[in-house]
């Protein structure tokens, strides 16, 4: 290497030195939040749509006994009964009701034989039907 280069390299070092300690001052003033994930209607409608799709998948690439497939069928139901009901109702609990089902219903495809929450989820009433204009 040439003399130059030792020169530029010297005069390197002190601005690493600046960048790392900066950078760890600025990771002592970060706090321990993680990512805050909030319930919407868009993302329990999304997270619905995504489950629905890993069911067909399921049911289409695997052998499915036929119990599986009315435990897997029912959960759908559940869920997007779940969802219309909040459809009808927009209120908080009708909303984590609904997030709720969908949970479930992702737990069955995975193969869960009981609900995520582990608690038993009562019946959800069906929504009255609604006409498009």
Not at 49 to 74: D, F, K, W
Request: glycine residues 8%; charged residues 15%; hydrophobic residues 45%.
């Amino acid at each position: 290497m040439t003399r130059a280069m030792f020169r530029h390299l010297a005069r390197l070092k002190p601005l690493l030195a600046l960048t790392a300690v900066c950078g760890l001052a600025a990771g002592c003033q970060s706090g321990p939040q993680g990512l805050v994930l909030r319930q919407t209607p868009s993302t329990v409608l999304y997270s619905y749509l995504v489950a629905n799709g890993m069911a067909r998948g399921r049911l289409m690439s695997e052998r499915v006994t036929p119990a599986e497939y009315l435990h897997i069928v029912q959960a759908d139901r559940s869920a997007l009964i779940a969802i219309l009901l909040f459809r009808d109702k927009p209120t908080q609990n009708n909303l984590g009701n609904a997030g709720q089902r969908v949970e479930d219903f992702i737990g069955v495809i995975d193969g869960a034989t009981a609900p995520v929450s582990g608690r038993p989820q009562p019946p959800v009433a069906e929504p009255a039907p609604r006409f498009m204009r």
